[in-house]
């Protein structure tokens, strides 16, 4: 299983960015997909989850209306658009397969003037 996670970067506040988080080694479409987030010196947070099987999307109190979570099992990709980002909203956020544990290495979004 490895999980790429691409797309962060240095932002205003106020911007938007799409992360993308490329999965190989197993049948994407048979798994739920969820991003998370952590700031140094914090636990992990859950941002939001996708699920393999339809349905409404999960988020975070802290990033609805502003986060949007979505796939493409064709390119076994799931994507994070971020509008609206505040200076909260800075961490390494990170991609996880539902069951098993796995994770991406990774990206950091940095919201900044």
């Known amino acids: 299983v490895q999980l790429v996670e691409s797309g962060g970067g240095l932002v205003q506040p106020g911007g938007s960015l799409r992360l993308s988080c490329v999965a190989s080694?197993?049948?994407?479409?048979?798994?739920?997909m969820s991003w998370h987030r952590q700031v140094p010196g914090k636990e992990r947070e859950l941002v939001a989850t996708i699920f393999n099987t339809g349905g409404t999307p999960n988020y975070a109190d802290s990033v609805k209306g502003r986060f949007s979570i979505s796939r493409d099992n064709a390119k076994n990709t799931v994507y994070l658009q971020m509008n609206n980002l505040k200076p909260e909203d800075t961490a390494v956020y990170y991609c996880?397969?539902?069951?098993?544990?796995?994770w991406g290495q990774g990206t950091q979004v940095t919201v900044s003037s």
């Open positions: 080694g197993f049948t994407f479409s048979s798994y739920a």
């Open positions: 996880k397969r539902a069951g098993g544990g796995y």
